[in-house]
């Protein structure tokens, strides 16, 4: 019967199906529904007989590529794939063709108190990974940020869609210059690191002499205490804003350092794309050491400020 699938009758016209009764013409080989050929009492084609030509089966259809192929980055997948093993593409669905068309459906911004959800699986945030944010790869920022990427790509996607530079970073918030230093952003956090420090140097000068007259090491308070405590409030109130601008343009501030770090590497030579996904990778992502050093060095620092504390 496999030789007679998706045939018809040539008497009918209608396809035999896998338990037809067919009866086959005996000159030219044409299959016929034995009703049709028993109506009609001879072959359909027999004016084919006359000109010698024999019946030829219907060309098989094409079978389907086992691999389904990704409508964003062309990569090929299992059949039974739910998201691209290259892009993390939602396979079966279809880009939006807004702008550069580069954020699939799944990938859409949902409004959260803590900013985008970033889409699950996909390490580039949504967004196409040859598409160009300020002449840089969106491949490129993956690379160079690394850990948590597709939060911090989902971001700069949407803050370049939007034109709007705030976001949500409660690390940055919390952690301030610190963070500015573990994703690298070492002048800025310097930078930060002194602005708050000064901040809180009227605080630990009131609460040294608090200390101070609480133990007797003082018999009053100087006369600028007041002064002094008025001024702790306010540098207080300085540094809480400070933390506040981390957390809205921290996500811009990394995303404008990432880009300006990227385009200098670029312009360097490199031997291979191997080469130069190294170089982004050393430059870029995060550094564990220098936060481990200064948490070690501020427990000596605490250790060797604890006898003077005990006075």
Not at 27 to 42: K, M, N, S, T, V
Not at 58 to 80: I, L, M, T, W, Y
Not at 137 to 145: A, E, G, I, M, Y
Not at 233 to 261: D, E, P
């Amino acid at each position: 019967m496999n030789k007679y699938m998706n045939a018809t009758c040539p008497v009918c016209g209608k396809t035999f199906s896998e338990k037809e009764d067919i009866v086959v013409c005996p000159d030219c080989g044409a299959p016929h529904h034995r009703e049709c050929y028993q109506q009609l009492g001879h072959c359909a084609l027999i004016k084919n007989h006359q000109l010698g030509i024999n019946w030829e089966p219907p060309a098989a259809p094409e079978a389907e590529s086992e691999a389904v192929k990704c409508p964003r980055c062309g990569a090929d997948n299992p059949p039974d794939g739910i998201f691209c093993s290259n892009c993390g593409l939602r396979l079966g669905g279809q880009e939006q063709q807004s702008g550069a068309g580069n954020i699939p459906p799944y990938a859409q911004q949902r409004p959260s108190f803590f900013g985008s959800v970033p889409p699950y699986g996909d390490p580039y945030g949504g967004a196409n990974p040859d598409l160009e944010m300020d002449s840089v790869k969106v491949r490129d920022l993956s690379q160079f940020v690394g850990g948590n990427a597709a939060y911090f790509l989902t971001n700069f996607s949407r803050m370049k869609q939007s034109g709007r530079p705030i976001s949500f970073n409660f690390s940055a918030f919390f952690f301030g210059w610190k963070y500015l230093l573990y994703r690298k952003m070492y002048g800025l956090s310097l930078l930060v690191f002194v602005v708050n420090t000064l901040l809180s140097l009227p605080a630990a000068i009131c609460l040294y002499e608090d200390l101070s007259v609480a133990s007797g090491l003082l018999a009053n308070y100087s006369a600028g205490f007041e002064t002094l405590l008025f001024a702790a409030q306010i540098c207080s109130i300085v540094s809480t804003m400070l933390s506040m601008a981390l957390c809205l343009f921290g996500n811009w501030i990394y995303y404008r350092h990432c880009i300006r770090k990227i385009q200098k590497i670029q312009k360097k030579p490199y031997v291979s794309a191997q080469e130069y996904s190294a170089v982004l990778a050393k430059k870029g992502r995060t550094n564990l050491f220098v936060i481990g050093f200064l948490m070690m060095l501020y427990v000596v620092f605490c250790m060797m400020m604890v006898p003077y504390f005990m006075v």
